[in-house]
């Protein structure tokens, strides 16, 4: 008998970047459920319960993006790329990776990366004014604005209309997807009115429109198509 476990090494990474868009669509079709049996009224449970599903659906997407690019930089520059990864060739998949062993590296922005790679790839790269990428600029914005949340007055109703103030998100969101249906229309936008299923519906969406234009870019097959049956939002 041979004892194979002696002298023997197991190496394991994780690929969180799946999970994470996984938990974002679970997240956001039990706050679709919410919504479709809701019947007005005070049950405040529900409505946390709802808010909980939004605002983790929102933080797990931007962990997705942060993840799926963080996860190429390290393919790279451990010399495991993907077998989608490998048709960029040896030497760009190199380029990458030695930019990830730069210690300032860690500084970048999550978008500069992704920016970074479609550079290092030679391919166009992202226009900062227009979607998808204007989209998770403001879907990051929404993100740190509820990490470091801020306590602020916001005037909702008014005898005198030049009092009454808009959250820097009414602007930016409006018209982008339905409010939550939980609170009444006297509530500020922000986070109560815009904190809804189809906030987090949009936030997947967006995310989703910004890594199949990345990977399209590269022309290579994202690495979460696999599980896009997993992601229907309804």
Known sequence: MVDVSVGLTVSWRAYLSIQHIQSAAI????????????????????????????????????????????????DCFEGVPSSSLKELGKEKLELIGDVWDIPKTAHYSMLDKYQIVLILAQKEKFNKGVTPYQDIQILIRLRNSLIHYEPE????HSDEPEEITRHKFEKSLRNKFS???????????????????????????????????FFSRLKVKPTYDHVRDKLILE
């Open 27 to 74: 997240f956001t079709r039990q706050a679709a459920k919410i919504e479709e049996e809701y019947i007005e009224s005070n049950n405040r449970e529900l409505y946390h319960e709802h808010k909980s599903y939004v605002t983790g659906a929102i933080f797990a997407t931007i962990a997705f993006l942060e993840a799926n690019i963080n996860e190429i930089f390290a």
């Open 153 to 156: 007055f916001i005037v909702t």
């Open 179 to 213: 409010l939550s249906p939980l609170v009444g229309a006297g509530n500020p936008f922000f986070p109560d009115r815009c904190l809804s299923y189809g906030c987090a519906k949009w936030a997947i969406e967006s995310s989703l429109r910004f890594t199949d234009e």
